[in-house]
């Protein structure tokens, strides 16, 4: 039988010393560290809620907030033994789920061991659904069952498609393992790899940015995805040379307006279809929903206010958001679950999805087969 609710706020540095005891009683393995608690209570982008009973802090619930996104992450819950089976888990839950539904989150995900029957049950009572499995997750080797609750009620209408997620080997293949993810996606005999990745980059590459390699444009995209037999579509909203603006040097522009006049060049040559106009969220939804997977190149600003331009592929969507692949688990994320299938809102989306002074807004359609 449940006790009586009992006190939940939010944590403050007076609480430290009690959760980093409490941590250590409760698990052997992957622990939070007393930094990572600290890091915790002062920053943003979180709920750390505490239950205090007789001035002890008894269980703890930290729910991360992904800037950008509409995603929270039940990163940690700790009950003390003495205090297991009496509910305060399902009112820390309660409380978290509030707390992320305050801040305009629209889904709670969590990861569970496989063998941890009790939260199992408790999660699934809550109303969580299991949506995949991740291998050898834990520090021990275990793995890991992936659920997720939708905290803003809706009619479910969410289509998706199975991803195999990549992680980018470098910092400036996004292009290159967005491209392989949705290829892959679409033909499972297709087989990413890195040494695939780092070809994919020299074919499609700008050459400069910034700072730095250069991204990958667009039609350089579309050309590698051609050359592996795939159809391609490109939707562009300038004709302009890309990516220029933010090139200082003069030597670099005429490198980068070369490549791109090349690679329309090219593109007109092997009869990739280019549309100089901006794709709506309808044009990019009903691709995918007639078997396509849309590349976006979107701004990162909203996630880490560093305004680089950087690539994604589209896993998904429904009435209100449409849901993305990323393939850099970076500071942003504190895991690679949380790069896969991220919502991003519908009214979020325009805002995201351009990039620059002239506001890019660019993307790539995959579609299977040759064109």
């Known amino acids: 039988m449940a006790k009586e609710n009992i006190p939940i706020r939010i944590a403050q540095l007076d609480d430290l010393e009690g959760l980093v005891a409490l941590e250590n009683a409760s698990f052997d393995t992957d622990k939070l560290s007393r930094r990572s608690f600290r890091h915790w209570i002062t920053t943003n ?63 709670l995900r969590l990861e569970v061991s496989v063998d941890n029957t009790p939260a199992i049950k408790l999660y699934e009572s809550l109303g969580y659904q299991k949506f995949g499995i991740y291998r050898d997750y834990y520090q021990d080797h275990k793995d890991a069952l992936r659920y997720q609750k939708r905290i803003r009620h809706y009619s479910d209408t969410l289509q998706h498609r199975s991803v195999h997620w990549l992680k980018q080997t470098t910092h400036f293949t996004c292009g290159p393992a967005a491209l392989m993810m949705a290829m892959h996606g679409l033909n499972r005999a297709y087989q990413p790899s890195q040494e695939e990745e780092i070809n994919i980059w020299r074919e499609a590459t700008t050459i400069f940015m910034t700072s730095g390699h250069g991204g990958c444009h667009p039609i350089g995209l579309a050309l590698a995805a051609k050359r592996r037999h795939f159809g391609v579509e490109v939707w562009i909203n300038q004709t302009g040379t890309l990516f220029i603006d933010g090139v200082r040097n003069e030597d670099k522009k005429q ?117």
């Open 45 to 107: 982008h979180r709920a750390l809620l505490v239950a205090e009973i007789a001035n002890a802090v008894v269980a703890y619930i930290l729910i991360i907030y992904h800037p950008g996104t509409r995603l929270a992450r039940m990163y940690s819950l700790a009950v003390a033994h003495q205090h297991r089976g009496s509910g305060i888990a399902k009112q820390l839950i309660q409380a978290g789920e509030q707390a992320a539904h305050d801040d305009g989150r629209l889904y």
């Open 255 to 371: 490198i980068v307006d070369l490549v791109d006049n090349g690679f329309k060049r090219q593109a007109t040559e092997q009869g990739i279809q280019v549309h100089y106009t901006n794709i709506t969220q309808n044009e990019l939804i009903n691709a995918f929903k007639a078997g396509a997977m849309p590349l976006i190149l979107i701004s990162t600003f909203l996630m880490d206010r560093k305004k680089a331009p950087h690539w994604v592929v589209m896993s998904g969507f429904d009435d209100d958001c449409l849901y993305m692949h990323d393939s850099d688990p970076d500071e942003r994320r504190q895991s690679e679950l949380d790069c896969q299938f991220i919502p991003i809102a519908r009214e979020d989306f325009d805002r995201m999805s351009c990039f620059g002074k002239n506001r890019l807004r660019t993307a790539v359609i995959i579609w299977p087969g040759s064109a």
